[in-house]
């Protein structure tokens, strides 16, 4: 978001035009999704937090300056309604387990996996689960997330190596599982 | 060892993809009165928490008081008010009942309304959170899980499209709430899955259903979006899919539904959502009573055109809720217009100048703007009532002279 037509779509949102706004935000709604659903793990919750944040972001955009790099600007608003959220007693009570309970005996090993990485993502803290799920599941360079998480680069560094350690038995190879 | 974590993380959160719709009920949420340049104070979440908390304790202290100064003896209180009825926050689905009332569905708050001819508003199902449970008992106290398509069975019972819970629902005359449809919300992945065709329709996993519509036989018909299929629970409740393999690419995505007098099934193929499966033809496909599809209108392509052409030369933007009128003419919401296809096959935009927003109440829809509108259905002396999802509102268009008014909030 730096070349000539996005400043002019950013002006153009700025102004209260919807469908530039649209051209701003829609791509990264995507991503967007992938980081509130990461942080949140219920589908509803996430789109509710992504929607919640693009509110934000275009009661925000007055500002912003054209130069800004809209994608972290708007992923740091969506990374803040996630804690937001997860400070919420009723999400962490009734939504928590939703998608993970094992009502049937038939499981993919794959799904197995996946459900003992989401429940051990959700033990992490939540400065080190947003870190791990900007960089390993939306691929961001470390810059942008110490952009997104506004702390210095070593800070997210450690906040990944932490997370990592904690979680080292759901990464190691498949035969090593036994 | 990247990317080893990588492959394990994505395995593990892509288990789901976002409502195909979320871009576009994000734009139309964004408030109208409240433009970017608007500087408004909005408070942080951490403080409006604290604020909240903070306002109820003094509300509690004050409650208190009141009650022992002996104005309102504790014993002897005041009579309960009537539950509110919310706002509507997006209205999904629409359906005319047979005792004149409009029925509206509301994805994002969890509920389904009825608005009398009065215009009056009560609530018919939902608890005001997106569930699934309260089977059994009344739909009043049972929750509903992003209610969508709505419909009326010939014997008055209505049904309602969870598109999150997975089911299709139906309260009976008595108010009581039951899954017809449906095993519900997949614990294992999350989002939904295809099975059970040739079994009971409530073994059957439907995957976001939006669509639903009985036919003339009695049979219902679901629009299965995300597995993209159209399924038919018959009269036993066993549950099979319409064979689509015939249809022209690309791959459909069944949303919305509705029957001619003649008994022929038209579905709404929605706009193709890349981020959560491909497929999608922004058309509208006509099924024969022997199960031939037609497309009737769209090209394949999504977009606005056409407008006094034939109806399969136009294109269409994400095509929405259909319905007849008595002479047989389709309606169809796309984009944010009301278009129509007559019996000739032409079609004709009859409200919404597509552009999102609000003004035009009182003039004729064509000039008036529309915001985001979902289900449409037709009442009985030609009253079309139109769910804008994004203005958060129930128009009506009078068929007769094209006038458009505000019917709920």
Not at chain 2, 164 to 183: E, N
Not at chain 2, 203 to 227: C, M
Request: charged content about 20%.
């Amino acid at each position: 978001m730096t070349g000539d037509t996005d400043f002019q779509l950013i002006r153009l949102a700025k102004a209260g035009d919807r469908a530039a706004f649209d051209d701003v935000i829609g791509p990264l709604i995507n991503q967007a999704f992938r980081l509130a659903f990461g942080m949140l793990h219920d589908r509803g919750v996430a789109e509710d937090a992504v929607q919640d944040a693009a509110v934000r972001a275009w009661r925000k955009l007055a500002n912003v300056r054209p130069d800004t790099p809209i994608r972290p600007w708007f992923l740091a608003i969506v990374a803040n309604q996630c804690r937001t959220a997860m400070r919420s007693r009723w999400w962490s009570v009734v939504r928590l387990d939703r998608i993970d309970g094992r009502a049937g005996g038939e499981f993919e090993e794959r799904i197995v996996r996946g459900a003992a990485l989401r429940a051990a993502l959700r033990s992490l803290g939540t400065d080190q689960r947003e870190a791990l799920v900007l960089r390993y599941y939306l691929d961001l360079p470390l810059d942008e997330i110490a952009s997104i998480t506004g702390v210095p680069l070593g800070t997210v560094k450690s906040r990944i190596n932490r997370a990592l350690v904690a979680m080292r038995p759901h990464f190691e190879p498949m035969e090593a599982l036994g | 060892m990247d990317e080893l974590i990588r492959s394990r993380v994505h395995d593990a959160l892509d288990v789901e993809q976002p409502d195909m719709r979320l871009r576009s009920r994000i734009i139309a949420s964004l408030p109208a009165d409240e433009s970017a340049t608007r500087r408004v104070w909005v408070p942080d979440g951490q403080w409006a928490v604290g604020a909240v908390a903070v306002l109820l304790t003094i509300a509690l202290l004050a409650g208190v008081l009141y009650l022992r100064s002996g104005v309102f003896p504790a014993r002897h209180g005041p009579p309960p008010l009537p539950k509110p009825v919310p706002a509507l926050v997006s209205p999904e689905g629409i359906a005319v009942g047979p005792d004149g009332s409009v029925y509206v569905s509301d994805y994002y708050a969890g509920y389904v309304f009825r608005i009398r001819p009065d215009g009056t508003r009560s609530i018919v199902a939902g608890t005001g959170t997106n569930d699934e449970m309260g089977d059994g008992g009344l739909a009043i106290n049972a929750a509903v899980d992003r209610p969508s398509g709505l419909t009326f069975a010939h014997n008055g019972d209505l049904l309602i499209a969870d598109f999150d819970g997975q089911r299709i629902r139906r309260i009976d005359a008595l108010g009581f709430i039951t899954t017809i449809a449906g095993s519900g919300f997949d614990k294992t992945q999350g989002s939904g899955s295809f099975s059970g065709d040739g079994g009971p329709a409530t073994s059957a996993k439907l995957s976001q259903p939006l669509g639903i519509a009985f036919a003339p036989t009695g049979e219902l018909f679901v629009g299965d979006s995300r597995n993209g299929r159209v399924r038919r629970v018959d009269l036993t409740g066993m549950i099979t899919s319409l064979d689509s393999s015939k249809l022209p690419r690309p791959q459909w995505i069944p949303g919305y539904l509705a029957f001619d007098a003649a008994g022929n099934l038209y579905v709404a193929d929605r706009a193709p959502y890349p981020a959560a499966f491909v497929g999608g033809g922004c058309r509208i496909v006509k099924v024969s009573h022997k199960g031939v599809m037609t497309v009737i209108a769209g090209t394949g392509r999504c977009g606005f055109s056409g407008d006094g052409g034939p109806a399969v030369e136009a294109t269409l933007e994400d095509p929405n809720g259909l319905a007849f009128d008595s002479a047989g003419n389709l309606y169809f919401a796309t984009g944010n217009r009301i278009r129509r296809i007559d019996r000739k096959g032409i079609i004709t935009t009859v409200a919404g100048t597509g552009v999102a927003g609000d003004a035009g109440d009182g003039g004729l829809g064509i000039n008036a703007q529309l915001d985001g509108p979902f289900g449409i259905g037709i009442a009985p002396g030609g009253f079309l009532y139109i769910a804008e999802g994004g203005g958060h509102r129930v128009r009506m268009l009078r068929l007769s002279d094209g006038v458009i008014t505000t019917v709920a909030r």
